[in-house]
């Protein structure tokens, strides 16, 4: 299993799967992260967090901890 936080910069991932329960996993497809979309890598902070990328045509930062729940293949 892959996730969004184990993706390189500059490459483009399709999301398979969302994990976690509730308001987590709402927050997260509220955002426009859903299964099927294609998700790209822009840049990670220079600590690793966050991690910005692009979803649906909008710049999106987000955290290791809910990029770590994103599984993309």
């Known amino acids: 299993m892959k996730t969004l936080r184990e993706a390189k910069i500059g490459e483009t991932v399709t999301v398979v ?3 976690g329960e509730g308001a987590i996993k709402r ?3 509220d955002m ?5 979309v ?5 840049r990670v902070a ?5 991690i910005e990328v692009t979803v649906r045509g909008y710049e999106l930062s987000l ?11």
Not at 38 to 42: H, K, L
């Open 17 to 19: 799967k969302l994990h």
């Open 38 to 42: 294609s998700i790209y890598v822009r």
């Open 32 to 36: 426009g992260i859903t299964k099927g």
């Open 63 to 73: 955290r290791k901890a809910d990029a770590a729940m994103i599984e993309t293949a």
């Open 27 to 29: 927050r997260i497809m």
């Open 46 to 50: 220079p600590l690793g967090d966050p």
